[in-house]
């Protein structure tokens, strides 16, 4: 649609997830614009990310060093693990300020459609964390879709045989602020499911 150079650049930016074409075009268009020098921090910020940043050799998170902050922090509590499917899930996580614990990235979740079965996930290595001694809670956190619900079923089959073990799943419902005619069934059911007794 457009001359070489900018429809490369169109069809590249396209190619990220989340950007469709128009958003796609806008982008290409704002860096047509753009101050040089806006470029070449954009540039360089691009080029230090595949450099420098590489994934956890513990946990499997987004890390500067060899091991993310978070495996680092001795404060942490190594006793429970929290899976979750990708480093963005931690990001999420961890804005909660609820979970003192330690994480495990997985680095996605079963999706035979996608050809991702359990090989293809960070499963080994966890089940090696869970080995250890003083580990004795795991906490599924993957999402609450199709993919996520298999991997946690998976993952709660292999779990099972370890002593002393719990597993944990977060729980669903119904999100804050949410009205019941716009829940779907999964959603609503979960949230009769997990419903608790309430104090006067």
């Known amino acids: 649609m457009y001359e070489g150079p900018v429809q490369d650049l169109i069809d590249e930016l396209g190619r ?9 075009q806008r982008i290409a268009f704002h860096l047509l614009t753009a101050d040089p020098a806006d470029l070449t ?16 050799a513990v946990c499997g998170n987004v890390a500067a060093d060899e091991t993310c902050r978070i495996c680092a922090d001795p404060a942490r509590e190594d006793a429970v693990i929290c899976v979750v499917e990708e480093p ?3 990001a999420a996580i961890e804005r909660t300020r609820e979970f003192r614990g330690k994480y495990h990235v ?11 079965g359990p090989d293809q996930l960070r499963i080994a290595p966890l089940l090696t964390r869970i080995a250890a001694p003083g580990v004795r809670e795991v906490i599924l956190a993957t999402d609450p879709n199709l993919e996520g619900e298999a991997t946690a079923t ?3 089959r292999l779990l ?12 669903s419902g119904l999100p804050v ?16 499911a997990g419903r608790r007794s309430v104090d006067a």
């Open 16 to 24: 990220l997830p989340g950007i469709g074409p128009k958003s796609a």
């Open 41 to 56: 921090r954009l540039q360089a910020a691009l080029q230090r990310v595949k450099d420098e940043v590489r994934f956890c």
């Open 88 to 90: 963005k899930d931690v």
């Open 106 to 116: 997985l680095g996605g979740a079963i999706s035979p459609i996608d050809g991702i």
């Open 154 to 156: 998976y993952l709660t």
């Open 160 to 171: 099972q045989p370890f002593p002393g073990l719990t597993v944990t799943r977060l729980a």
């Open 177 to 192: 602020g949410g009205d019941l005619e716009y829940a779907d069934e999964v959603t609503l059911g979960r949230a009769f």
